[in-house]
């Protein structure tokens, strides 16, 4: 099969440092791609876009547009609908997000692939908890209102008044500054943030040498952090809703509950949006049951693991070489 790749600059950032969640999708759905015997030439019939939606190319005679793209709140605003139904099929990467293109007036034909990981980039790394040994907690995401960033905040300042073996790592990709509840720092658990660059092994470390991951987004397409976290090994915390109900549950995470809340959204700062957020009482208690029970998670970490390594890179690859397969025969 013969493809015409387009991704946008913002997809294609270095493969070495910090990249966006698109950067990450493309680029490993570009190799799986590869590995399942597709060509990328200019000269091909089939345009396949992978990016963000308003970035998507405009359509062009005698091609067909697949774009493997994705939002993650309602409302979708209009151009982004009008960029989305330019498409001839849409591949979304959770049922979450095909239905809010159904929900929000996107007429083209969707099929749903999940995004994955490659299972040796995410080595097991063994998870004991020592006596006295301060518990790590991770948090790795972008500074902004969807990604939970406030939550953080509120339900780390209030969730301990004594001093607990504990710690927290902020890895984000700009210096938080002023945007840190003062509380937070100013608690007696240690709180690291991590704002330079890393490289792939550095950040594969920074997962590998913590306990707890927790993840506190309000909306997400897919989110593959929690997965990365999951099939390392952490514990991870999370709410189950938007694009995450795609592999979080209570079987492999323990479920932070939610609070309905209306946000701007970052991407355009005059769309008002509503979502899920999680609710700060109930990540605040989760916190602190994990200084207690991190042990008792062992089994459910083990489930998590091999839960996480069913999303691969090559199943993503297959399923959407499936949908255009599908595409082709439809044509003929």
Same mark, same amino acid.
């Given at each position: 099969?013969?493809?015409?790749?387009?991704?946008?600059?913002?997809?294609?950032?270095?493969?070495?440092?910090?990249?966006?969640?698109?950067?990450?999708?493309?680029?490993?759905?570009?190799?799986?791609?590869?590995?399942?015997?597709? +060509?990328?030439?200019?000269?091909?019939?089939?345009?396949?876009? &992978?990016?963000?939606?308003?970035?998507?190319?405009?359509? #062009?005679?005698?091609?067909?547009?697949?774009?493997?793209?994705?939002?993650?709140?309602?409302?979708? *605003?209009?151009?982004?609908?009008?960029?989305?139904?330019?498409?001839?099929?849409?591949?979304?990467?959770?049922?979450?997000?095909?239905? &809010?293109?159904?929900?929000?007036?996107?007429?083209?034909?969707?099929?749903?692939?999940?995004?994955?990981?490659? *299972?040796?980039?995410?080595?097991? $790394?063994?998870?004991?908890?020592?006596?006295?040994?301060?518990?790590?907690?991770?948090?790795?995401?972008?500074?902004?209102?969807?990604?939970?960033?406030?939550?953080?905040?509120?339900?780390?300042? +209030?969730?301990?008044?004594?001093?607990?073996?504990?710690?927290?790592?902020?890895?984000?990709?700009?210096?938080?500054?002023?945007?840190?509840?003062?509380?937070?720092?100013?608690?007696?658990?240690?709180?690291?943030?991590?704002? =330079?660059?890393?490289?792939? #092994?550095?950040?594969?470390?920074?997962?590998?040498?913590?306990?707890?991951?927790?993840?506190?987004?309000?909306?997400?397409?897919?989110?593959?952090?929690?997965? +990365?976290?999951?099939?390392?090994?952490?514990?991870?915390?999370?709410?189950?809703?938007?694009?995450?109900? +795609?592999?979080?549950?209570?079987?492999?995470?323990?479920?932070?509950?939610?609070?309905?809340?209306?946000? =701007?959204?970052?991407?355009?700062?005059?769309?008002?949006?509503?979502?899920?957020?999680?609710?700060?009482?109930?990540?605040?208690?989760?916190?602190?049951? $994990?200084?207690?029970?991190?042990? $008792?998670?062992?089994?459910?970490?083990?489930?998590?693991? !091999?839960? !996480?390594?069913?999303?691969?890179?090559?199943?993503? !690859? #297959?399923?959407?070489? $499936?949908?255009?397969?599908? =595409?082709?025969?439809?044509?003929?």
């Amino acid at each position: 099969m013969k493809l015409d790749l387009r991704i946008p600059d913002i997809a294609t950032e270095s493969a070495s440092g910090n990249r966006t969640g698109y950067a990450n999708f493309a680029l490993s759905m570009r190799r799986a791609l590869q590995q399942q015997g597709v +060509e990328f030439t200019e000269a091909a019939d089939t345009i396949l876009y &992978l990016g963000p939606p308003h970035l998507m190319p405009a359509t #062009e005679p005698g091609k067909t547009l697949i774009a493997n793209t994705m939002w993650e709140v309602h409302p979708v *605003p209009k151009d982004i609908i009008a960029s989305l139904n330019r498409a001839d099929v849409l591949v979304a990467p959770s049922q979450y997000c095909a239905s &809010l293109f159904r929900r929000n007036g996107v007429r083209s034909p969707i099929h749903v692939v999940p995004l994955g990981l490659d *299972p040796n980039d995410w080595p097991t $790394a063994p998870r004991v908890h020592r006596a006295g040994e301060p518990l790590r907690f991770l948090w790795v995401n972008a500074r902004a209102e969807r990604k939970g960033w406030t939550f953080l905040g509120k339900a780390w300042a +209030e969730a301990f008044v004594t001093r607990s073996p504990m710690t927290l790592t902020i890895k984000t990709s700009v210096d938080p500054g002023e945007d840190v509840p003062p509380d937070m720092y100013n608690s007696l658990v240690r709180v690291r943030t991590i704002a =330079r660059r890393l490289s792939w #092994e550095e950040l594969r470390d920074l997962y590998c040498t913590h306990h707890v991951f927790l993840c506190t987004s309000t909306a997400e397409g897919f989110g593959l952090s929690p997965m +990365e976290a999951m099939a390392c090994g952490l514990l991870v915390i999370s709410p189950r809703h938007t694009g995450l109900a +795609e592999y979080i549950n209570k079987g492999v995470a323990w479920v932070c509950e939610t609070d309905r809340v209306g946000m =701007r959204y970052e991407e355009d700062p005059d769309l008002k949006v509503t979502t899920l957020a999680p609710k700060i009482s109930h990540l605040r208690a989760l916190i602190r049951r $994990a200084v207690v029970e991190f042990d $008792a998670t062992e089994a459910m970490r083990v489930n998590a693991m !091999a839960h !996480a390594k069913t999303f691969t890179w090559q199943r993503s !690859a #297959e399923g959407l070489v $499936a949908a255009l397969a599908r =595409r082709q025969a439809v044509a003929v």
